[in-house]
Nanobody
Framework: QVRLIESGGGLVQAGGSLSLSCTPS????????MGWFRRAPGKEREFVAA????????YYTRSVKGRFTASRDSAKNTVYLQMNNLQPDDTAVYYCNAAQAGPGGDYWGQGIEVTVSS
């Protein structure tokens, strides 16, 4: 069974930085893209950032552009999210997502908390 192992969350003051990482464990699979979603208290889950495995294209939701950077280590099938200039609105549970290149659905991590104090 594939599991996505997330790490790096925590508590930070506004203006600070955190880095998240996500690594799959279990049976190997071909990755099309990996990225991050988040769910803030009382809100729906939303897309944050993603990176394609074939050409390193990155995608970001508007509110994090210029502050967050998605990157990857293809040898480890690991995706990272560097989050700079964090703001209280970034407070959420962040979920890692992996989209398969072949048939089959996405994989999701358990979620990791990021709390930004003002």
């Amino acid at each position: 069974q594939v599991r996505l192992i997330e790490s790096g969350g925590g508590l930070v003051q506004a203006g600070g930085s955190l880095s998240l990482s996500c690594t799959p464990s279990g049976p190997a699979f071909d990755v099309k893209a990996m990225g991050w979603f988040r769910r803030a208290p009382g809100k729906e889950r939303e897309f944050v950032a993603a990176i394609r495995w074939d050409d390193d294209s990155t995608y970001y939701t508007r509110s994090v552009k210029g502050r967050f950077t998605a990157s990857r280590d293809s040898a480890k099938n690991t995706v990272y999210l560097q989050m700079n200039n964090l703001q209280p609105d970034d407070t959420a549970v962040y979920y890692c997502n992996a989209a398969q290149a072949g048939p089959g659905g996405d994989y999701w991590g358990q979620g990791i908390e990021v709390t930004v104090s003002s």
